[in-house]
């Protein structure tokens, strides 16, 4: 153990004193220039004419790129190759580019772009899913997940209900916008700095536009202001214009999207429309789902497919049902592409489960936690009740433990007894409280990117720089990998630099994506720390004179443990190995074990194992305007044994606050003309502190046993999963409009707006009133 | 023209040569002063917030958390601007850092530097709480450690110290103009004159609208006459029936002077917007540029405040009812300038409530101000129903109104009331909001009211 464990985000003093520096805030090499994009007016369109000639004459600027300006290939897409990187004969969504102005600054850039003339012949569009179910335009062929006999099993059930929903995207709203440098170095190599959370991709797809092989670009990812999925791919083509701007021009060159244009241009969380149809029995248990879902996954492709497929894969939730039967299919609309975006379309997923379970519960007349506690899968009685949809048996739930103990601590019972008392004296406010679970699945469903490496360097005055394929976001990762580092060498991290993401440093490595970023790269870090110290160990042992096997790593020293009076400096081992020719250099890799997934079948185990917990929301719900207050949140989530406590806390407070804005304020408008009208903080909402709520308590799982997964030091992913605790909120407001009228079914719109929340209100209110009508004329007066 | 300065972290900067309509965030950055971020130059999200010197009604001096995005450098001519480099002694943080770093208040920290200028300037005048960061958007922390470092540095106290000094010797901002155009008169008469001069020019008070469109590069060579060093727009009167605010007056200051007096108010400004722009907004902005929505107007018409104006013809007074004309026009001529609005102290009941998207920070999706009186038979004596958000301009419902008037507050009349509420508006659909929502608001804000003030 190092002397001082890391307690908190390796930069925290960079970023209070505004001494962190970020992608565009790096000194500026001499004649740098900066670009403006020429976007479309139209959603969907024809390119007639680009005339740039007028531009192209202003004083200041260098070129204008067009599509012919390309010596590679003009495509970024990072599965398909149908993403040009600057539209040539097509325009397919608002705000595309059809030409990007380089010129010594921006406004100067801005300027000239405004004075290129496009002609365009406007062709029809289609802006959401049900244009594109209604013309059939999809991406790709459906997927499916499927188990046992459907159809049978739904004819055959006592209950059965059909439902739709409608499900919101929602903007990263990083606070750093996309940025990138490029300039051509000595050896005629391209450097691009992006802030990428995937610097291999980003540098194989410059590489793709430019025509040159990989070893001919260098691409890193200093700190972002915030990703969030936002710039696993869409990094990328601001990176490619960078570029290809500084290839044309010679000149180093510059990219950062205003946020009106970041808005416009880049992709969000994917809106889904589910259909489905369950039945179930007397006491609400599953017996057969039937789930259509389709992705809104924009003009292009880009990660739609793994990110339906994770919507597929995560409907279950923490629920077990026998017979269930899963379509997916991506919407092709003249929208920005939609991408990756925390939870990967688990959310989604997840929404849709949710939703089922709480039409069996009022149509039962069942309260929701009981429906939902009934359907766990369990590893007592029937082992079946424990395998997934797609074939994965679940080892290590916590659930049933955990989601006790969270009704216990949050006082749930006696909580819903006092919120129907209130709600019986009050007309026009109604509480609600919810529990809703969270499983969440951790590893890429597609195998090949649970691959990570390191490389770790100690030089000859004992200080270490440490490399690894991930990138830092805010999410603490590095901090991680220093933690696992000091911890491994037995140094403080006082002695350890933490160097950028670099791909000359670690190359092919996957994106900082799916929450596996600690558990890949430390599992990586760790291995060429360990290789090290073996090599260390063999010195020390020499000048100990006992076996290596009998050294130990501690507190910057190294000793025998069978003598530990006598010690060395880690500095005085390492000078010692250098004099005798020992390498102080090596890498580190990792990849996770006893994975498989077949993409056609819908099985395999694509995960190797689940990060679970529990939140409990309770809401107040004003019935004259559907305006709801957020009154208190408990979260119990399970981190295994945390690496770094505030960094895992600040995932599970944070992640939570960014689903509740995806389910409540955060909604996404579009014209007719497929025009982004929330393009601004002024016109979408993210969650301020003012919708946090004073009460809010965390606390960490502690489980009995050890995790069978040999995670890093016993440590749990955290990036993604909780922020599906939020679902908790969603389901607590339906709860308190459910007290103003009959709720049988309660028809929530998703984000719940206070608009939204206004009509479910005024469509139990109109049912109630109904069923008193109906009431009226049976009974006779 | 004298040489245009202002003051950066207590270093005299020259401005001489500067486009006065550049945003002080874009000169800072193009200066190598990348602390101070740019996260969306709209004024919402507070990542470019940095604390200038300003002073109260009573004169004395404070640092003010302000976006510098939306701050013109005309107007940081002759001031004192701080920014987060600065307030670290070295390697000493400040107290207001050193919490953020204990409490881990950052994680991808771009926002990081917003937040601590805006708890900085909350720290040094004693006024910590949620509101001192509202304006600053985080998406990471989920706000959680932020309010825990609020809450551990209201318990501390400034030191005296270098920072604390800068309040003492900095002397009240000079009325240098930047460049040809961009003026700062001290004197209402120099303003009016100014204009006259230049009839095409701007006025332009705290700069929170203008700003934005100038943020974007728009209205860059335009000619403007600032109103912010104009003592006699800063006024506040309190009379036994009415108070005079002035239209100078920064919002915060109204909010803290006037809380007590004019709850409708108050209420309002508490939602109206976050710290750093209610430090530079004004009245006189919020009725110059008079949009539909902005949530200041329904008080005037609740209330029958007047608005005062000022120009080469001298005074005059307008009624607030007469004010609005169209969509952002009113009654003022492009010569005059709005001096101070007078709002009598309503002895009815009033209240004020605002519906948007999200509660806090967020403009209006309907905003609505009533006030009202019953006599011993609960029929109404007096009744004002004014609404935001409805139409082009900010309207009293007055069919509503003249119904209402004389009846008795029965059951039928309530019913009768929210259904002309109800139509008495063709409010639009756009993306905050469809017509049917709003106009359902209408109906039964006033509902709520009568629940909550005639039960």
Redesign the interface.
């Known amino acids: 153990m190092s002397r001082r464990p890391i307690e908190?985000?390796e930069?925290?003093?960079?970023?209070?004193?505004?001494?962190?520096?970020?992608t565009d805030?790096q000194h500026a090499p001499s004649g740098m220039l900066s670009v403006w994009p020429v976007q479309s007016p139209h959603a969907h369109a024809r390119i007639l004419r680009v005339d740039a000639r007028r531009a192209r004459g202003m004083p200041g600027v260098h070129a204008v790129l067009t599509a012919a300006d390309i010596p590679g290939e003009n495509d970024t897409g990072p599965i398909v190759h149908d993403e040009p990187l600057i539209a040539a004969d097509h325009v397919q969504f608002h705000g595309q580019a059809v030409a990007w102005v380089v010129a010594d600054d921006e406004?100067l850039a801005?300027a000239a772009a405004a004075t290129v003339e496009v002609d365009y012949e406007a062709l029809p569009v289609c802006l959401n899913i049900a244009d594109a179910i209604a013309c059939a335009s999809f991406h790709l062929p459906p997927a499916r997940v499927e188990r046992g006999e459907v159809e049978a099993s739904l004819s055959s059930a006592v209950h059965r209900l059909r439902g739709e929903l409608d499900i919101g995207g929602q903007d990263?709203?990083?606070?750093?916008t996309q940025a990138s440098w490029a300039q051509i170095d000595s050896e005629g190599l391209v450097q691009v700095t992006s802030s990428t959370q995937h610097p291999t991709e980003t540098q194989v797809i410059v590489a793709r536009v430019l025509g040159l092989p990989s070893n001919r670009v260098v691409c890193r990812s200093l700190?972002?202001?915030?990703?969030?999925g936002g710039k696993e791919t869409q990094a990328n083509p601001y990176a490619a214009v960078a570029a290809l701007a500084a290839h044309v021009t010679r000149r180093p060159v510059r990219i950062k999207l205003?946020?009106?244009i970041d808005m416009q241009m880049t992709g969000k969380r994917h809106p889904f429309f589910a259909r489905y149809e369950v039945g179930f029995d007397d006491h609400g248990m599953l017996e057969a789902m039937k789930i259509a879902l389709f992705a809104d996954g924009g003009w292009s492709i880009d990660l739609s497919p793994p990110v339906l497929m994770r919507a597929m894969v995560h409907v279950d939730n923490a629920y077990y049902c026998p017979n269930i039967e899963i379509e997916g299919l991506i919407a092709k609309t003249n929208l920005p592409s939609n991408t990756a975006f925390r939870g990967f379309g688990g959310p989604q997923g997840m929404l849709v489960g949710e939703e089922i379970i709480d039409r069996i519960a009022r149509h039962l007349g069942l309260a929701p936690e009981i429906v939902r506690e009934r359907n766990f899968y369990s590893e007592g009685g029937s082992p079946a009740r424990n395998i997934t949809p797609y074939g994965q048996t679940i080892r290590d739930n916590p659930i049933p433990e955990l989601w006790q103990q969270l009704k216990s601590s949050s006082d749930f019972d006696a909580r819903r007894v006092a919120i129907a008392t209130f709600n019986a004296s009050h007309a026009?406010a109604k509480r609600g409280i919810a529990i809703t679970p969270v499983k969440f699945g951790i590893s890429f469903n597609k195998v090949e990117y649970n691959q990570a490496g390191a490389l770790v360097h100690i030089y000859t005055d004992g200080s270490v720089q440490l490399n690894h394929g991930g990138t830092e976001?805010?999410?603490?990762l590095h901090s991680k990998m220093l933690a696992v580092a000091s911890r491994t060498l037995g140094i403080s991290v006082d002695h350890i630099q933490i160097m950028v993401t670099s791909t000359d440093k670690v190359p092919n490595t996957s994106a900082t994506a799916a929450s596996s970023g600690s558990d890949l790269n430390g599992h990586a870090v760790k291995a060429a720390c360990e290789t090290l110290l073996s090599r260390l160990a063999s010195v020390a042992a020499e000048r100990l004179e006992c076996s290596a096997e009998e050294i130990v790593f501690a507190d910057d020293q190294v000793h025998d443990s069978n003598s530990p009076g006598r010690k060395l400096d880690f500095a005085e081992v390492v000078q010692a190995a250098y004099s005798a020719r020992v390498s102080l250099s090596a890498t580190g890799y990792y990849r996770t074990p006893g994975l498989s997934w077949n993409p056609n079948t819908g099985k395999g185990q694509p995960f190797y194992y689940f990060a679970c917990g529990a939140a409990v929301s309770e809401v107040e719900v004003?019935g004259?305007?559907g305006?709801h207050r957020l009154m208190r949140v408990d979260i119990l989530h399970d981190v295994g044994d945390s690496l770094i406590e505030?960094?895992d806390?600040?995932q599970i407070?944070?992640?939570?606050?960014?689903g509740l804005g995806w389910l409540t304020?955060e909604?996404l408008?579009w014209s007719d003309a497929g025009k982004l009208?929330?393009d601004?903080?002024?016109?979408y909402?993210?969650?301020?502190?003012?919708?946090?709520p004073e009460d809010?308590r965390v606390d960490l799982f502690k489980r009995r046993q050890a995790p069978e997964a040999q995670v890093i030091f016993g440590s749990k992913a955290v990036g993604e999963p909780p922020l599906m605790l939020a679902m908790s909120v969603r389901e607590a407001l339906r709860e308190a409009v459910a007290a103003f009228g009959n709720a049988r079914e309660v028809a929530l719109a998703s984000p719940a707006?206070?608009?939204s929340i206004?009509?479910a209100i005024e469509s139990v209110r109109a049912r109630e009133s109904r069923m008193r009508s109906m009431n009226d004329q049976v009974v006779p007066s | 023209m004298t040489n245009p300065a202002f003051r950066l972290n207590g270093k005299p900067i020259s401005l001489a040569g500067d486009d006065p309509g550049e945003s002080l965030l874009r000169w800072l950055n193009r200066h190598g002063s990348?602390?101070?971020?740019e996260?969306?130059?709209?004024g919402?999200?507070g990542?470019c917030t940095v604390a200038m010197i300003g002073s109260d009604v009573e004169g004395s001096r404070r640092f003010r958390a302000v976006n510098s995005c939306l701050l013109p450098i005309g107007s940081v001519s002759g001031r004192d601007i701080v920014?987060?480099?600065y307030?670290?002694d070295g390697d000493s943080?400040h107290p207001?850092?050193q919490a953020?770093?204990?409490c881990?208040?950052?994680?991808?920290?771009?926002?990081?530097?917003g937040f601590?200028m805006s708890l900085f300037a909350g720290y040094s005048n004693g006024e910590l709480d949620?509101h001192t960061?509202?304006g600053?958007?985080?998406?990471?922390?989920?706000?959680?450690?932020?309010?825990r470092v609020t809450e551990r540095l209201r318990s501390g106290k400034p030191a005296p110290g270098r920072l604390e000094s800068m309040l003492d010797s900095a002397g009240p901002a000079a009325s240098e103009s930047v460049g040809a155009r961009f003026f700062n008169p001290a004197e209402l008469a120099t303003a009016i004159e100014l204009k006259q001069r230049y009839p095409q020019a701007q006025w332009i008070a705290g700069a929170t609208d203008l700003g934005v469109e100038l943020s974007?590069?728009k209205r860059r060579d335009a000619i403007f006459i600032a109103l912010d060093r104009i003592d006699q727009l800063k006024g506040i009167v309190i009379d036994d029936d009415t108070v005079t605010i002035g239209a100078g007056v920064p919002l915060s200051v109204v909010e803290s002077e006037l809380g007590a007096k004019i709850p409708a108010l108050c209420e309002m400004l508490r939602w109206f917007a976050a710290r750093q722009i209610k430090n530079r907004a004004t009245f006189g902005g919020n009725l110059g540029t008079a949009s539909p929505i902005g949530d200041l107007l329904p008080i005037l018409l609740a209330f029958d405040g007047t608005i005062h104006l000022h120009g080469p013809r001298g005074e005059r007074v307008v009624a607030a009812n007469d004010f609005f004309i169209d969509y952002r026009e009113t009654a003022r001529s492009d010569d005059e300038l709005i001096v101070a609005v007078r709002l009598p102290l309503s002895t009815h009941r009033n209240a004020t409530?605002k519906?948007?998207?999200?509660?806090?920070?967020?403009?209006s999706?309907v905003a609505a101000v009533f006030a009202m009186s019953v006599d011993s038979e609960r029929r109404v004596e007096h009744v004002r129903l004014a609404f935001g958000g409805v139409a082009a301009k900010p309207l009293r419902a007055l069919s509503t109104e003249a119904y209402l008037l004389g009846r008795e507050l029965d059951q039928a009349t309530l019913e009768r009331a929210a259904e002309m509420l109800g139509e008495e508006f063709n409010p639009m659909s756009?993306?905050?909001?469809?017509a049917d929502?709003r106009r359902?608001?209408c109906a039964?804000?006033f509902?709520?009211f009568v629940?909550e003030h005639f039960a």
């Open positions: 908190r985000h930069s925290a003093l960079g970023h209070v004193s505004g001494r962190a520096i970020y805030e406004a801005m990263h709203f990083y606070l750093e700190r972002m202001g915030g990703g969030f205003s946020r009106g026009h976001m805010g999410q603490g004003c004259y305007t305006v505030a960094i806390r600040g407070e944070g992640g939570f606050v960014q304020c909604e408008r009208l929330t601004a903080p002024s016109t909402k993210i969650p301020t502190n003012g919708e946090v809010f707006t206070p608009e206004f009509n | 990348h602390g101070t971020k996260g969306c130059a709209d919402d999200c990542a920014t987060v480099e307030l670290a943080l207001v850092q953020m770093v204990e881990s208040g950052s994680q991808c920290g771009y926002c990081t530097p601590v949620d960061t509202e600053n958007l985080c998406r990471c922390t989920g706000y959680l450690p932020i309010r974007h590069g409530y519906v948007a998207k999200r509660q806090s920070d967020d403009i999706i756009d993306h905050r909001a469809s929502y359902a608001l039964n804000l509902a709520r629940a």
